[in-house]
């Protein structure tokens, strides 16, 4: 395992920490803090451990770290939106999570490609890039899909408007996830 990856393991998993103790308000969840970015490198380790056998754990365990940071600025740029246009649901919220799904996804591209699948050529970028574009409009089809459906159900468990609205963003990462996975694995950054 290489330096980087134990550097942006520990970023990612104190910036998904720091997301949700923001989130959801609560003193106690402080101590994510400190559990989440050394979760994130033992979990990382055992997947490159396995990895030496077989290449696709450690690949997911990058895809992972790599699509929950896409994940909190898709979520924070959904929330900057929501903010300042005070649109928590309907069409303009799906309008808003497209946006902030797409802007995510185009900086995914380069650490998918780079570092997750490792794919150093450069031949053949734009084919490449059309392809990803493909299986990406195809995620953000499930992402906006299951995220509106449960934002447009209305808030449950008492939660305000803006919390339930990141809670729909939330419930389309993993569909999203294997979906985009399996496409840019099989389709896109095949060796």
Same mark, same amino acid.
Do not use: H, R
């Given at each position: 395992?290489?330096?980087?990856? #134990?550097?942006?393991?520990?970023?990612?998993? %104190?910036?998904?920490?720091?997301?949700?103790?923001?989130?959801?308000?609560? =003193?106690v969840?402080?101590?994510?803090a400190?559990?989440? =970015?050394?979760?994130?490198v033992?979990?990382?380790? #055992?997947?490159?451990?396995?990895?030496?056998? @077989?290449?696709?754990?450690?690949? @997911?365990?990058? @895809?992972?770290?790599?699509?929950?940071?896409?994940?909190?600025?898709d979520?924070?740029?959904?929330?900057?939106?929501?903010?300042?246009a005070?649109? %928590?649901a309907?069409?303009?919220?799906?309008?808003?999570?497209g946006?902030?799904?797409?802007?995510?996804?185009i900086?995914?591209y380069?650490?998918?490609?780079?570092?997750?699948? %490792?794919?150093? %050529?450069?031949?053949e970028?734009?084919?490449?890039?059309?392809?990803?574009?493909?299986?990406?409009?195809?995620?953000?089809?499930?992402?906006?899909?299951?995220?509106?459906?449960?934002?447009?159900?209305? =808030?449950?468990?008492?939660?305000?408007?803006?919390?339930w609205?990141?809670i729909?963003?939330?419930?389309?990462?993993? =569909?999203?996830?294997?979906?985009?996975?399996?496409?840019?694995?099989?389709?896109? @950054?095949?060796?």
């Amino acid at each position: 395992m290489k330096k980087s990856d #134990i550097i942006i393991a520990l970023a990612t998993g %104190e910036i998904v920490a720091l997301y949700f103790i923001n989130l959801f308000k609560m =003193p106690v969840l402080w101590s994510l803090a400190i559990i989440f =970015p050394l979760l994130s490198v033992f979990c990382l380790w #055992i997947a490159y451990l396995i990895g030496k056998k @077989f290449l696709f754990i450690y690949q @997911f365990a990058k @895809f992972i770290l790599i699509g929950a940071l896409a994940t909190i600025f898709d979520l924070g740029v959904l929330s900057f939106f929501i903010k300042y246009a005070g649109v %928590e649901a309907g069409i303009n919220y799906s309008i808003f999570k497209g946006v902030s799904f797409i802007v995510a996804t185009i900086a995914k591209y380069f650490a998918d490609k780079f570092w997750a699948f %490792e794919k150093k %050529e450069t031949t053949e970028a734009g084919k490449e890039f059309g392809k990803f574009f493909i299986v990406t409009m195809i995620g953000l089809g499930v992402n906006v899909g299951i995220a509106s459906v449960v934002v447009n159900m209305g =808030p449950k468990f008492g939660m305000a408007l803006d919390t339930w609205a990141n809670i729909g963003g939330i419930a389309a990462v993993l =569909p999203t996830f294997i979906w985009n996975f399996v496409g840019y694995k099989f389709l896109v @950054f095949k060796k």
